[in-house]
């Protein structure tokens, strides 16, 4: 038998790609030859390219509910719309369902979905699309293939259209090359306006035509459709870009140019469609670590704002968001010096205040300055007083470079000390038990002559002098952003659910999002005696995190100061008080 009588045209098209291509006579190959009236099929698809929502329920059988139906219809009919939807609402498969009905009502269209960082984009196509929505027959009957690759993840249509999600990256330029008809950006809030700007709107505009076959009618003069945005968020601070794009978009759809639609979907959408019910929304709320700023942007679909009394307005604190990475002990070889800071707290009572530990890397400037980076924060309720000692000297084994650990020593915090000055053990990664020497306060002369000890802690208890000393130095450093705090935790949302970091690096950012919402709700006041205090706006939300941090910038200003006095002196690394 010879090969050739087993060679198959339509399926070598399949393999090489060609069936993809619609102007290939082998990407379809009836049977019989009918006539057809384009008339009434194009009335038809203008019908539902128009009512697109109805497109999803009478022919692809999609059950969706009338807020859902509302955003499909205002997607396929504005050339820019924005959606503004509370956490959990269903975002990302509503995001399939459009462009799986604009797929199979435009022959040959190309469809993006773009997203910041990880695989948002591609999670739309593999848990929705292939995951969910592929399972409608009606869907996979118009599908030809899935690809779920992490440099090719495209949903392909038999009538040649196309779903491809791209990731941005950091800068934009690995997704500068793409042009899409259509592109919808996913969690609009982690693209920085100047990639919207420079990268992804233009994409969009290539010209498409808009109608099936109708040469003989228009020759080479088919109308044509200009691009389209689509922007999918969940809200976030008023400084961040997408509000300034949302407040455009609001603007011009309030002027009447149709070109725009804008809406937010708080919470109460999904509670009243059934999606989920109100008392776990407040369980929510009400949960510690829950802030009112988080919970507004989180559920409620709204921009958070400055409080006209905020020492730390958000506009200063999330401009000082540059480190990517966090750390749960010290690299390697590291030459670099750590400051720990733990504010003391004992109560389990719901709501009740944390103990709070940070540690802040520093890194010497040649004028004696210093650059801080706050790398690792962790809060504990209810933890013991012999408990927290233990995990201030583990703490330690994990950042040997440690020069002081400041501890807050008033109320229930003062006997802490006392647990670390004698000598511990502690078995190794080898399984050797290896002995520690005590540590003892600083200025405490009587301790400091037990056998080895290290004079390591620095003890802290707060006046109104040394508050105003800890605030404005925080605030100074902030402003000059020598002070750089980890990057927002949606950002390393992927590699944390791939497992690319641990819970307890992730457990960092998480905790830094709070320490900005916990230094946003703090103002300075002056008293009746003229006295300058640092007060709470709300008294509901905490500042464990604030003040631990803050105690841990009043030693790093000394240190500072006698580096500069010090300038004129020969550096000896001998003089460094470091712990291991």
Known sequence: MTSH????????SVKDGTAFNTDSPLSYDPKKRESINIEAWRKFISYYRHHIDEFAVDILKINLYPFQRLILRSMARHKESMFIASRGLGKSYLSAVFFICVACLYKGIKLGIASGKGQQARNVIIQKVKGELFKNENVAREIVNIKTNSDDCVV???????????????DGESARSWRFHQLLIDEARLVKDSIMEEILVPMTKTKR??????????????PVEKGKLIYISSAY???CDLYDRFENHYKKMTEGKNDYFVCTLPY???????????DDIMQEKNKPSMTRDKFAYEYEAVFVGNSNESFYPYDLTDSCRLLDTSETKQPKKS??????SHDVALSEAYGSDNASTVVVKLKEKPNGNLNKELVYIKTHNGMSLPDQAQFLRELLLKFPNTIKLIIDVRGNGQALPSLLDETWEHKNENGEIVEYPPLVPDDDEDRKKLKGAIPLIRKVAATNNFNNIMYTYLKASLENKSLKLLINSAEVDHEYKQGAISHEEYSSYINTDLLIQELSNIKQEETAHGNTVYNRISKSTKRDRVTSLAYAMVFISELEQKNKLAQS?????DDDLVYF
């Open 156 to 170: 392909h249509f038999k009538n040649g259209s196309e779903i491809r999600a791209i990731v941005i990256g950091h």
């Open 569 to 573: 002196h020969e550096y000896d690394p």
């Open 268 to 278: 109460q959408v999904g509670v009243n469609a059934g999606i989920y019910y109100e």
């Open 209 to 222: 035509q808009t109608m099936i076959d109708l040469s003989m009618k228009y020759g080479n003069n088919l």
């Open 237 to 239: 601070l008023k400084n």
């Open 5 to 12: 009588k087993n060679f198959s045209l339509e399926n070598r």
């Open 335 to 340: 030459k670099v010096s750590y400051v720990i």
